[in-house]
């Protein structure tokens, strides 16, 4: 059964890697929002959101992440999805988030992107 | 061709429940020998269907009855709730520019089911909803 919801962080330069794992549920997002939230306001505006070891996702987490991509478009930030699963790719494109943020097959590559 | 497989839960409302209904899919879906990729999209379409579900029930203990009917080529997802129901055609559809400049960013769960599915049915009066959801699985 997919695992309980976890985050770790992590900074290269003036990247904010977040790495999910379990389910991505309305606590999920919640905290992916709040942790966001600590560095978007020591100035952070560049994140990768890895989701290898995410396989479950629900709309209700997923909406946290427009949250997300809201206050970085507010400050010409960027969003950049890591290591996707299909199902969870093919959801976050129905909800067009993909409109605002980009998505990459590995974080290395994301962050090639944002250099 | 294997005949159908069937597979009934019903749904008490505590966290992340909606986990158990998928252990149960996988399990069918294995024995099946059905592709991840088709896998991963019912996962998609159990998890909003049991989460609204509940959230629309308006019951102080309510309880999801679901039901999961699976061969080789199709699976039939069947979820009931026995609340207040509500009018599918009264929900707007949500749209991301609107979403990003609004307090409110929920209400995915029905677009989910409609676009990832291969066919939705909503029938929902006062005596609560009944969705059924045909996902093809070749």
Known sequence: ????????????????????????????????????????????????????????????????????????????????????????????????????????SSVDKALAALA | MEPNIKLKMTLPRIPDIELVAIEGLDRMARHMGIPEEKIGEAHVLVTEAVINAFEHSGQ?????????????????????????GFDPGAVEQPDIDKKLSSGHKRGWGLKLMETMSDDLLIESDDKGTRITIIKNLK
């Open chain 1, 1 to 104: 059964m997919e695992a309980e919801f976890a985050l770790k962080t992590e900074v290269r330069g003036d990247v904010l890697i977040m790495a999910t794992s379990g389910y991505v549920n309305n606590d999920g997002g919640q905290q992916i929002a709040s942790v966001f939230e600590e560095y978007h306001a020591k100035g952070f505006s560049r994140v990768v959101m890895d989701m290898k070891e995410s396989k479950v996702v629900n709309s209700i987490g997923i909406s946290f992440l427009i949250e997300v991509i809201e206050k970085l478009n507010d400050n010409n930030g960027k969003l950049i999805f890591a290591n996707l699963a299909p199902s969870i790719e093919k959801t976050l494109s129905i909800m067009g988030l993909f409109n605002y943020a980009a998505k990459e």
């Open chain 2, 60 to 84: 102080s203990r309510p309880v999801v009855r679901i039901e999961f009917t699976m061969n080789q080529e199709k699976l039939i997802i069947f979820v009931r709730d026995y609340g207040k």
